[in-house]
């Protein structure tokens, strides 16, 4: 046996190994950890004390859409939150497979009259008044029977239009609903918000990121360029996306009350 | 119906962050009143020391993933403990080390230490270190090999003093110990690592397995 290292020299080593260790590079955390936090406070189930487990069912299912989108991007999922029927994903990538449409008409559903609308879909539809009466009315099946709004906009001099549209405000009224009937695929860097719209909860997305509707035929994905607003009032989920600043925006989405 | 936590506390961040960047004191207060944003930016400022603390830990990046998004969570929960006059930095690293340690006991399935030293810096900017290039290629691996075989504690304490550089007593608030036992703890942990170190003279021959 040769001499033991001596303690300084070991202590030397360490510390040389430490300026060369190599570590994988740190993930963005910090969406996923602010959207838990939010998402909790969403769901208004702060642990009774710290540190308890959370939300264990939800916890449940990020495993199991993890583990979904991994089999098909290839990467992970960090986390899922949901407003109303709306849950939002916070990936890595966009995942892929199909290749996503910008919101136009005919993708939006059938046009219709408001009043046909209000005819067709089970729950009251909302109009922010600062807009007045919208141009065009369109309703979308969803899953589980539910039919979706989507009222637009026209731009003008006050409200210019959203990139790739012709329309200043586009309006999505979801029914309520257990299960999702839309997604959101955010990516990391794509910034999301806390704020309020009057006294309800509600999320600020900006950046240009996805909208897959869940429809009887399957999914149908929307390329999203402008600002969005997701919250949720008397049991409907409501999606703003406008050209918008963050102020303004709430600003609309508050002559709804 | 839901919950107020938040009040309008989200946005004091992107309020006051014209000015000037908001000291920790500032954002952990203003996390405790229920800004996520302002807590959001402290994640920001710890999330690279945490991710290496528990990668250090649990050697997988998908755990020290895991364990640095739960350890953030939870300590967001357990702010209201933490008291202002406190270092944030132990703190927060003791719950990420927790957190990576439960990972590591529920998963106790890697071998060997998933950490690698960086072989070959010539192609980067930065000239290494004379310490750097002082300790050979066989060197570091002995080392980390001989590391990997330490018990939890000891592999934690070594890689708070020596590779995140942490002063004795941050190591000592991060590990829930007293100032006076970092020393001695150390030492005998220095002293199980010398333990299964070759010999000098025997450095490159290979060592016995010290899984276990």
Same mark, same amino acid.
């Given at each position: 046996?040769?001499?033991?290292?001596?303690?300084?020299?070991?202590? /030397?080593?360490?510390?040389?190994?430490?300026?060369?260790?190599?570590?994988?590079?740190?993930?963005?955390?910090?969406?996923?950890? =602010?959207?838990?936090? &939010?998402?909790? /406070?969403?769901?208004?189930?702060?642990?009774?004390?710290?540190?308890?487990?959370?939300?264990?069912?939800?916890?449940?299912?990020?495993?199991?859409?993890?583990?979904?989108? &991994?089999?098909?991007?290839?990467?992970?999922?960090?986390?899922?939150?949901? %407003?109303?029927?709306?849950? %939002?994903?916070?990936?890595?990538?966009?995942?892929?497979?199909?290749?996503?449409?910008?919101?136009?008409?005919?993708?939006?559903?059938?046009?219709?009259?408001?009043?046909?609308? /209000?005819?067709?879909?089970?729950?009251? %539809?909302?109009?922010?008044?600062?807009?007045?009466?919208?141009?065009?009315?369109?309703?979308?099946?969803?899953?589980?029977?539910?039919?979706?709004?989507?009222?637009?906009?026209?731009?003008?001099?006050?409200?210019?239009?959203?990139?790739?549209?012709?329309?200043?405000? %586009? &309006? @999505?009224?979801?029914?309520?609903?257990?299960?999702?009937?839309?997604?959101?695929?955010?990516?990391?860097?794509?910034?999301?918000?806390?704020? /309020?719209?009057?006294?309800?909860?509600?999320?600020?997305?900006?950046?240009?990121?996805?909208?897959?509707?869940?429809?009887?035929?399957?999914?149908?994905?929307?390329?999203? =360029?402008?600002?969005?607003? &997701?919250?949720?009032?008397?049991?409907?989920?409501?999606?703003?996306? =406008?050209?918008?600043?963050?102020?303004?925006?709430?600003?609309?989405?508050?002559?709804? @009350? | 119906?839901?919950?107020?936590?938040?009040?309008?506390?989200?946005?004091?961040?992107?309020?006051?962050?014209?000015?000037?960047?908001?000291?920790?004191?500032?954002?952990?207060?203003?996390?405790?009143?229920?800004?996520?944003?302002?807590?959001?930016?402290?994640?920001?400022? !710890?999330?690279?020391?945490?991710?290496?603390?528990?990668?250090?830990?649990?050697?997988?990046?998908?755990?020290?993933?895991?364990?640095?998004?739960?350890?953030?969570?939870?300590? !967001?929960?357990?702010? $209201?403990?933490?008291?202002?006059?406190?270092?944030?930095?132990?703190?927060?690293?003791?719950?990420?080390?927790? $957190?990576?340690?439960?990972?590591?006991? *529920?998963?106790?399935?890697?071998?060997?230490?998933?950490?690698?030293?960086? +072989?070959?810096?010539? *192609?980067?900017?930065?000239?290494?270190?004379?310490?750097?290039?002082?300790? $050979?290629?066989?060197?570091? +691996?002995?080392?980390?090999?001989?590391?990997?075989?330490?018990? +939890?504690?000891?592999?934690?304490?070594?890689?708070?003093? !020596?590779?995140?550089?942490? *002063? $004795?007593?941050?190591?000592?608030?991060?590990?829930?110990?007293?100032?006076?036992?970092?020393?001695?703890?150390? *030492?005998?942990?220095?002293?199980?690592?010398?333990?299964?170190?070759?010999?000098?003279? +025997?450095?490159?021959?290979?060592?016995?397995?010290?899984?276990?």
């Amino acid at each position: 046996m040769g001499d033991r290292m001596t303690r300084a020299d070991v202590e /030397r080593s360490l510390i040389a190994l430490g300026s060369t260790l190599e570590y994988p590079p740190a993930p963005a955390v910090v969406p996923t950890v =602010t959207a838990r936090l &939010l998402a909790e /406070r969403a769901a208004a189930r702060r642990p009774p004390f710290p540190g308890l487990a959370l939300w264990p069912r939800r916890r449940i299912l990020l495993l199991a859409v993890a583990g979904l989108l &991994l089999l098909l991007a290839g990467t992970a999922v960090a986390t899922r939150l949901a %407003i109303g029927a709306i849950e %939002i994903r916070v990936v890595r990538t966009p995942p892929a497979s199909t290749p996503p449409v910008v919101e136009s008409g005919t993708e939006l559903g059938e046009r219709v009259t408001l009043e046909v609308a /209000r005819a067709r879909v089970g729950f009251p %539809i909302v109009v922010p008044e600062a807009l007045g009466p919208p141009a065009e009315v369109y309703v979308a099946e969803s899953v589980f029977s539910s039919r979706v709004v989507v009222l637009v906009w026209d731009a003008d001099a006050a409200h210019p239009p959203i990139e790739g549209t012709p329309w200043s405000t %586009i &309006l @999505m009224e979801l029914p309520g609903s257990k299960e999702p009937l839309a997604s959101k695929e955010i990516l990391a860097e794509t910034t999301l918000e806390a704020v /309020r719209v009057g006294s309800h909860d509600a999320y600020w997305i900006s950046g240009p990121h996805q909208l897959t509707l869940l429809t009887p035929e399957g999914e149908q994905r929307l390329t999203v =360029t402008g600002n969005v607003l &997701l919250w949720e009032q008397d049991g409907t989920t409501l999606r703003l996306e =406008t050209a918008l600043p963050k102020a303004e925006g709430v600003a609309l989405a508050e002559s709804i @009350m | 119906m839901r919950n107020r936590l938040a009040r309008d506390g989200v946005s004091a961040v992107t309020d006051r962050v014209e000015g000037r960047p908001l000291e920790e004191a500032e954002l952990i207060e203003l996390a405790k009143d229920g800004d996520v944003q302002a807590y959001g930016e402290l994640v920001t400022r !710890y999330r690279e020391l945490a991710f290496r603390t528990a990668f250090l830990i649990t050697r997988s990046a998908a755990d020290a993933e895991d364990a640095a998004q739960d350890a953030f969570v939870k300590a !967001y929960y357990a702010l $209201e403990r933490f008291r202002a006059r406190d270092p944030f930095r132990p703190w927060i690293l003791r719950i990420v080390s927790n $957190e990576a340690k439960n990972r590591l006991r *529920s998963a106790r399935r890697r071998e060997g230490l998933a950490l690698r030293a960086a +072989e070959d810096r010539r *192609s980067g900017d930065a000239a290494p270190s004379p310490e750097a290039a002082a300790l $050979e290629v066989e060197a570091k +691996e002995a080392l980390l090999r001989a590391l990997g075989g330490l018990k +939890e504690n000891d592999r934690l304490i070594i890689a708070y003093r !020596y590779f995140l550089e942490l *002063s $004795e007593a941050e190591t000592a608030q991060a590990l829930g110990i007293r100032p006076g036992t970092v020393k001695s703890r150390l *030492s005998r942990a220095l002293d199980r690592l010398r333990d299964r170190l070759p010999a000098e003279r +025997e450095a490159s021959l290979p060592m016995e397995a010290t899984d276990g």
